[in-house]
């Protein structure tokens, strides 16, 4: 595996890689994705690769995150093949969970070993697209990615298709083939919850109504307080830990939006009526923990180091942590021995939360996707 990358912020030359790449990572600023035509030009320049990515609240790249600024990741595989696949969300009449099923039904199952998915951040309801395209996979092929971010804006969040170009309301995948593939994964959070349980008495599917038999929205401004007024932003720091059953462990769910109108909150993934909701509040050092407890499981007591890793934070611990946000990024690299990195800060992660588990839509963690050739 041979892996190059590059920090754009206004200039580039035409082809920057001197390898030959079948896979380019872009992660960046929505602005910049959108503004200029740098991806397509580069699948021009390198044919054989597949390109993905998107916009994000944040880039990656080694131990440092950058705003205002597009990163590039080239991988030359030796043995490794990959195949992509996307779905456009406007010419779709599907939902969520038919689109998920949809985009990985584009894959042969055959050699299929791990798929990785970017999707928009704002249109879609994550919890069913996991559920959708979990449905559609085989069970032993494993499944991570993100949801794409728009700074703290909520505004519009777009997606790097195969050829290059920048769409809005899209979602893209790619498929890995190949035995000599190892890959890891690890997802963790490190919030605090406080408060009572408190019973979703009025949902449907990722819009929470009511809260104990309350008004959700008036509920979660009384918790807020001066904060309410930056609301939906400011639910990033507060967000609610879910559980639909006593057998699960909670997940976390980060606000995407709000209305005045009828009193209810927009969640990245599905509040079930009948779930109870604890409110949560961040420690900086569970934070930075939890990222690097994310690592150890993505090495999951691999003696081998991983040679690249992708990392998919969460735009609420970035707001948290603010000028020490990168303290999380270099934990995750001493743990996984400085492998080549990138990634985004999101507004929704995807993995399984341990080894053999069921994929999940998360919020507020660190999700790592570890690769290596052996």
Not at 136 to 150: C, Q, R, S, Y
């Given at each position: 595996?041979?892996?190059?990358?590059?920090?754009?912020?206004?200039?580039?030359?035409?082809?920057?890689?001197?390898?030959?790449?079948?896979?380019?990572?872009?992660?960046?600023?929505?602005?910049?994705?959108?503004?200029?035509?740098?991806?397509?030009?580069?699948?021009?320049?390198?044919?054989?690769?597949?390109?993905?990515?998107?916009?994000?609240?944040?880039?990656?790249?080694?131990?440092?995150?950058?705003?205002?600024t597009?990163?590039?990741?080239?991988?030359?595989?030796e043995?490794?093949k990959?195949?992509?696949?996307?779905?456009?969300?406007?010419?779709?009449?599907?939902?969520?969970?038919?689109?998920?099923?949809k985009?990985?039904?584009?894959?042969?199952?055959?050699g299929?070993?791990?798929?990785?998915?970017?999707?928009?951040?704002?249109?879609?309801?994550?919890?069913?697209?996991?559920?959708?395209?979990?449905d559609?996979?085989?069970?032993?092929?494993?499944?991570?990615?993100?949801?794409?971010?728009?700074g703290?804006?909520?505004?519009k969040?777009v997606?790097?298709?195969?050829?290059?170009?920048?769409?809005?309301?899209?979602?893209?995948?790619?498929?890995?083939?190949?035995?000599?593939?190892?890959?890891?994964?690890?997802?963790?959070?490190g919030?605090?919850?406080?408060?009572?349980?408190?019973?979703?008495?009025?949902?449907?599917?990722n819009?929470?109504?009511?809260?104990?038999?309350?008004?959700?929205?008036?509920?979660?401004?009384?918790?807020?307080?001066?904060?309410?007024?930056?609301?939906?932003?400011?639910?990033?720091?507060f967000?609610?830990?879910?559980?639909?059953?006593?057998?699960?462990?909670?997940?976390?769910?980060?606000?995407?939006?709000?209305?005045?109108?009828?009193?209810?909150?927009?969640?990245?993934?599905?509040?079930?009526?009948?779930?109870?909701?604890?409110?949560?509040?961040?420690?900086?050092?569970?934070?930075?923990?939890?990222?690097?407890?994310?690592?150890?499981?993505?090495?999951?007591?691999?003696?081998?180091?991983?040679?690249?890793?992708?990392?998919?934070?969460?735009?609420?611990r970035k707001?948290?942590?603010?000028q020490?946000?990168?303290?999380?990024?270099?934990?995750?690299?001493?743990?996984?021995?400085?492998?080549?990195?990138?990634?985004?800060?999101?507004?929704g992660?995807?993995a399984?939360?341990?080894?053999?588990?069921?994929?999940?839509l998360?919020n507020?963690?660190?999700?790592?996707t570890?690769?290596?050739?052996?």
């Open positions: 595996m041979k892996i190059e990358q590059f920090v754009y912020s206004g200039a580039a030359s035409a082809k920057p890689f001197t390898i030959n790449p079948q896979l380019i990572f872009a992660f960046g600023h929505r602005e910049l994705l959108e503004s200029q035509t740098l991806t397509q030009e580069l699948a021009k320049s390198y044919p054989d690769a597949i390109l993905t990515g998107c916009s994000t609240a944040g880039e990656i790249i080694s131990e440092s995150v950058h705003d205002g597009i990163i590039f990741t080239a991988i030359e595989f043995d490794v990959i195949k992509s696949a996307k779905v456009g969300l406007k010419d779709s009449a599907y939902n969520s969970f038919e689109i998920g099923k985009l990985v039904s584009q894959f042969p199952q055959e299929l070993k791990h798929v990785f998915v970017v999707s928009d951040g704002l249109k879609v309801n994550g919890t069913d697209l996991v559920k959708g395209i979990a559609e996979l085989p069970a032993n092929v494993t499944l991570t990615g993100g949801l794409a971010g728009d703290p804006h909520f505004s969040t997606i790097v298709e195969p050829d290059g170009t920048v769409a809005t309301e899209s979602i893209a995948a790619i498929g890995f083939y190949g035995d000599s593939l190892q890959i890891g994964f690890g997802s963790r959070g919030w605090d919850s406080f408060g009572l349980d408190r019973l979703v008495t009025k949902s449907k599917e819009v929470l109504y009511e809260i104990d038999g309350q008004p959700a929205l008036d509920l979660y401004k009384s918790f807020l307080g001066d904060r309410a007024k930056d609301l939906p932003s400011s639910g990033l720091l967000p609610l830990s879910m559980r639909d059953s006593e057998d699960r462990a909670p997940v976390v769910r980060t606000i995407l939006g709000i209305s005045e109108e009828d009193k209810s909150l927009t969640f990245a993934g599905d509040i079930p009526q009948g779930s109870f909701v604890r409110l949560m509040k961040a420690n900086t050092d569970r934070l930075i923990n939890g990222a690097e407890e994310a690592a150890v499981a993505a090495k999951n007591g691999d003696k081998k180091s991983p040679e690249f890793a992708l990392l998919v934070s969460c735009v609420g707001l948290v942590l603010k020490i946000v990168e303290e999380e990024v270099e934990s995750v690299s001493e743990v996984l021995d400085q492998p080549f990195m990138t990634g985004f800060y999101s507004y992660e995807i399984p939360f341990n080894q053999n588990v069921q994929c999940e998360h507020q963690t660190m999700t790592i570890t690769f290596r050739e052996s």
